[in-house]
């Protein structure tokens, strides 16, 4: 499958999450060399600016002390609130990818959507930090338009 994806030996495309993330990091000046990072993201995007990646999952040991070791946190667990003001470095940049609906009777609809880190803790540790909703979200479409965009000139061979 993974040879599907592939030109020689790059990718195609880079999946659309993660290259927002990147993109996100990148244009708000985040220097990503040298950097330890946790989070459920792609890996090979990152090494190829040279961060140093830990993924967690659920049956990772203590991803509290991981996480506290990482200058870029980027959480999409599916979990609302998992990720903890004290599981934070200091300075930390944190880009929530979670979207959790959490029942809340106050909304129109009943619910809310909330993100995997907890805002208000994390807002008081970290450096920068996506909302949710309205964080990530947008600039993850941008990224699928222009992964779109480049299939479509790759199918008309167009420059």
């Not at 993330?21 to 990072?37: D, P």
Request: hydrophobic fraction near 40%; aromatic fraction near 6%.
């Amino acid at each position: 499958m993974g040879n599907l994806a592939m030109r020689g030996r790059k990718p195609l495309f880079i999946p659309f999450a993660s290259k927002a993330c990147i993109e996100l990091l990148l244009r708000s000046g985040v220097e990503i060399i040298g950097k330890e990072g946790c989070g459920n993201w792609e890996k090979q995007n990152c090494w190829r600016h040279h961060a140093t990646v830990s993924t967690l999952h659920a049956f990772t040991k203590n991803p509290e002390h991981i996480s506290s070791e990482a200058d870029i946190v980027v959480s999409d667990v599916g979990v609302p609130n998992i990720v903890r003001g004290d599981w934070l470095k200091p300075g930390a940049f944190v880009i929530d990818m979670g979207a959790n609906p959490v029942k809340d009777s106050s909304c129109r609809n009943g619910y809310r959507i909330t993100g995997d880190v907890c805002f208000e803790e994390a807002i008081k540790v970290a450096s920068a930090i996506t909302p949710v909703p309205g964080g990530i979200g947008p600039v993850a479409i941008s990224m699928l338009l222009s992964n779109t965009l480049d299939s479509a000139k790759r199918a008309f061979t167009f420059t």
